[in-house]
């Protein structure tokens, strides 16, 4: 038993180490249980249990009814900070653009200062993403959160962009309820915030992102909850 | 099976419910499978079961050879956002000083602005701690971290403590090395930043605060990683 579980933990260390390394990227699609047992020459009970200790450490994810992958955020626990166990939601949100005042004004502010011209392309290409969504009617969500997390890339600071999905975590809570009143808005500060990053204008960038946030913030305090 | 699982997941819920509406506390003590298992009226594997899945879920911890207590940071999940994958471990250590000196002034400042007097008598308690282990040659970093999570929650700001042990992560990885020359501008701009607090002026705790963190920079730029 002791044997069996070491060598469970060898799989897990050098699969963790694929994705350390590269070897394996997120989103990669892992080699089923029969592939994986025979090409690392162990059982598949003990692929089975490895797989099943990197799902919990948030390095593999199940897709149901399609099969394993690298996680998009690998190593990023789901709610990695224990928002579950603030009962006060608005508050919650509230606090969160609090922190997203201080520290996203201050990213597109570096981000003006170092962006490339792939970066600002990217940078178009997910604001028309975020508009395509809202033109059809779609929760925006996604694109959003990743036009965000590139503006947070750009900062050159690889921890930035991790923090971004949980400073948004609680957006899903209200963008339902703020739909209408924030959709022209969200659009407006977004291209105000591009504009500036095209120009270099770091001072602008912060400004424009400023007011985003705020908007975001008035429609959370209107918001019953 | 289907039915035992669910009757842990009931008892999972009933404990982690006490967590949030703050029967049991962080640090408290949780009475044995014995009588937990009578006090909920299931059997000792169900509350084992749902003890091992609170213990993942970074909601218990157990202490071997103690006992089984509510976490201290209840649902931080350890490296919750996933550092053992930043291979360079210098430039980490350098990206989570430029972060800290974004936050930890912002934080201070308001600190100075809405400090109770209770808030600076605790403040002052845990730089007496600091000092004192410094001075005994011990290792600091446990007082230090208290401390700047009591200036994190001066802000009123639930969400800001909980980012403090995660942006203080990499001192442990310094602390030895930088022990020398880091001792005495430690508890020099410790002592200044509580200073500006109690004088409640946020523009001097806000330049203490760069000036502490500027210097953990610098030593972390000699240091070899």
Known sequence: MAKRKSLTQQIVEKLTEEVRDG???????????FELAES??????TVREAVKQLVSAN?????????TYVCKH?????????FQFISDKKKLALDLCELRLVLEPWIVRK???QAT??????MERLQAKVE??????????????????????????????KLI???MEAIPLFIEVTKRSLLEPTIETHRAIIEAIRNHDPEAAAAAMERHIILNRESIILTDL
């Open 23 to 33: 070897a394996l990227r997120p989103g990669d699609r892992i080699p089923n249980e």
């Open 40 to 45: 690392m020459n162990v059982s598949r009970s």
């Open 59 to 67: 390095i593999f994810e199940i897709r149901r009814g399609d099969g």
């Open 74 to 82: 690998v190593g990023i626990a789901k709610d990695p900070l224990g």
């Open 111 to 113: 981000a003006a200062e």
């Open 117 to 122: 011209d792939e970066d600002i392309a990217e």
């Open 132 to 161: 395509e969504y809202i033109t059809a009617g779609e929760n925006h969500a996604e694109p959003d959160l990743a036009l965000h997390m590139h503006w947070a890339k750009c900062t050159g600071n690889t921890i930035v962009p």
């Open 165 to 167: 999905p949980i400073l």
